[in-house]
């Protein structure tokens, strides 16, 4: 398990040195490989960087604290019901990204301005039923079928949440969101976008640079610099 806390730890620093922090907001989970039916989760009371070994709760899909010494966020359902729902995700991402949250109130679809935009080709669901808080299991049940087999979807005027094999994929999906955003925010800027990526070629785009290395090597350059 320490290694599993480990590379929780290590996502957390990621996503906060890379602006995704939101003072003790924001939440990262990893399923146990040995326990599939429960997973490591950030606790509540703390920023994203700074999750230990002494301080990550273990958590069932019930959404029941059943390890450590910390408090469990509220949030615990958008986890517990994307694991459940997902058997093949084995990391679940929910943050505050300013800049999706603030390209969501537009209610326009995201497009390719950018190589981000390419990673969500296939679509991005939005979350809409509610902006509060998802704090029940039925509001977990909910978000994660809007989710449905995509990668990423944003919680309207609320954030962002991935789901992926790995951590580092569910990372990289979380910076990338979050870029392909302020990418078309700027554009929106300056007018509009008028030239975007023809669909079908962000979509061949994304299935030839979404590849296991990449995540790992972009989490892992982040990660360098966060000890610079």
Not at 28 to 47: H, I, Q, T, Y
Not at 194 to 222: C, H, I, W
Request: hydrophobic share 45%; proline share 4%; aromatic share 6%.
């Amino acid at each position: 398990m320490d290694k599993q806390k480990k590379l929780l730890a290590d996502a957390g620093r990621v996503l906060a040195h890379e602006g995704q922090g939101d003072y003790v907001a924001g939440h990262v989970s990893l399923r146990l490989p040995d326990a599939p039916e429960n997973f490591l989760m950030k606790p509540a009371g703390m920023g994203l960087e700074e999750m230990t070994d002494e301080n990550i709760i273990t958590v069932d899909l019930e959404g029941k604290k059943i390890g450590g010494a910390f408090g469990r966020h509220n949030e615990v359902f958008i986890h517990s019901e994307v694991l459940r729902a997902r058997p093949d995700c084995n990391a679940v991402v929910h943050t505050h990204a300013i800049y999706a949250v603030v390209f969501s109130s537009l209610g326009k679809p995201l497009q390719a301005v950018s190589n981000d935009g390419a990673f969500f080709a296939g679509g991005l669901p939005v979350f809409d039923e509610t902006t509060e808080l998802i704090v029940d299991q039925a509001r977990g049940k909910a978000v994660a079928r809007t989710l449905g087999a995509h990668g990423a979807l944003i919680l309207r005027n609320h954030g962002i949440v991935t789901a992926a094999p790995t951590m580092e994929q569910a990372v990289f999906l979380a910076l990338k969101l979050n870029q392909a955003c302020q990418a078309q925010m700027m554009a929106e800027w300056a007018g509009g976008p008028k030239l975007v990526g023809d669909p079908e070629q962000a979509r061949a785009k994304s299935a030839y640079v979404a590849r296991p290395d990449m995540f790992k090597n972009t989490f892992d350059y982040v990660l360098r610099r966060c000890k610079d």
